[in-house]
């Protein structure tokens, strides 16, 4: 059958290797909730945590969070193994154990529904532009610049965007150089913030309130390397976090930019780390209360850091805003997170265009792209 006698075939890919592996799948559960079906033809494609491609339940039930016992989905072993030939574009195969690999179908876009490393990073962009399938959000690069926050900063302010103070710890200098690492961190301030250079829904973070305590600081820095032996150590920025939501223009034009949301740490936690921003009370404030003036500020930023990087598709740009009315960029994400907790579909929907029409514009840039180098 022709593409033009059926469905649009997506294949939804969700869970994968990284830490962030139960909040994809939580994702993915948003996602399939809502997708069109008249339209869509959906393949439901897990990546357990051991790093197998399975052809799993697409029951949107299965991918929630369990409000009982606050258990977080994961993508089961036992599904139908799935290979992927490089002989012909877009094909995905089903691994019979008794008949061996079988056809199962040729994927029209991708959406990868995945976060931080082995996902997010530009890793399995690559594979589907090996693939020749077309697949939504940034592409390799702009994936892998985004993913390692110390690249991000440096692209952001050869950009002349301002971002907070830092300081980049690889492998071999925390192994090798431990010392000279140690005074440099005591020069950002007496408190910072130490997090792994790749990952993110703030797993990993920790808040170092004193720097000349050597033992924190080590401390930190080794729970960060838990998640990733590149690690980036940042300057306490005192101000509001405020977010934003960009998607690419379905003109070409200039990127959209969502009304900015206010985060809004629930009591009892320090900062807005993993269990802040899934597991509380936390909540926005859409928009943000602030002046006209840096609104437009924040909106119009959001949009430069959009294309200074590369993006395509969508993406979230997270933001501290001072009492002094400085604005600095504290990420960027490419595939920010879909739960119905997420910040990106809040600020979109309060700006106009709700979560089914989101997902139809990711499949729309999506299928506007040539498969193949970007």
Known sequence: MSSEQRKIRVAVVFGGRSSEHEISCVTAGSVL????????????????????WVLTSGDPERLRIDEATRALPTVPEDGADLALPFDAAGQLMVVNPEKGPERLAEVDVVLPLLHGPFGEDGTIQGLF???????????????????????????????????????????????????????????????????????GS?????????????????????????HDPKVLVEAQVVGREIECGVLEAEDGGTPDVSFPAEVHVADGFDFYDFEAKYLSTSSLTIPARIPEEATAR???????????????????????????????????????????????????????????ALIERMIASALRRAPGLR
């Open 33 to 52: 909730s809502v997708i069109d079906g008249d339209r869509y033809e959906v393949v439901p494609v897990g990546i357990t945590r051991t790093g197998n």
């Open 129 to 199: 532009e090996m693939m020749g399938v077309r697949y939504a959000g940034a592409g390799v690069f702009s994936s892998a610049a985004a993913m390692d926050k110390v690249f991000m900063k440096a692209m952001l302010r050869g950009n002349g965007i301002p971002t907070s103070d830092f300081v980049a710890i690889s492998d071999r200098q925390w192994r090798t150089e431990r010392k000279r690492v140690l005074d440099d961190v005591a020069e950002l301030g007496a408190t910072v913030f130490v997090k792994p250079a790749r990952a």
């Open 202 to 226: 703030s797993v990993g973070i920790t808040k170092v309130r004193d720097t000349s305590d050597a033992d924190a600081v080590v401390a930190a820095v080794e729970a960060a390397r838990e």
């Open 298 to 356: 924040l909106r119009a930023m959001a949009a430069d850091v959009f294309e200074a990087m590369g993006c395509e598709g969508l993406a979230r740009v997270d933001f501290f805003y001072t009492e002094d009315g400085e604005i600095l960029v504290n990420e960027l994400n490419t595939m920010p997170g879909f739960t119905p907790a997420s910040a990106f579909p809040q600020m979109w929907a309060a700006t106009g265009v709700d979560y089914a």
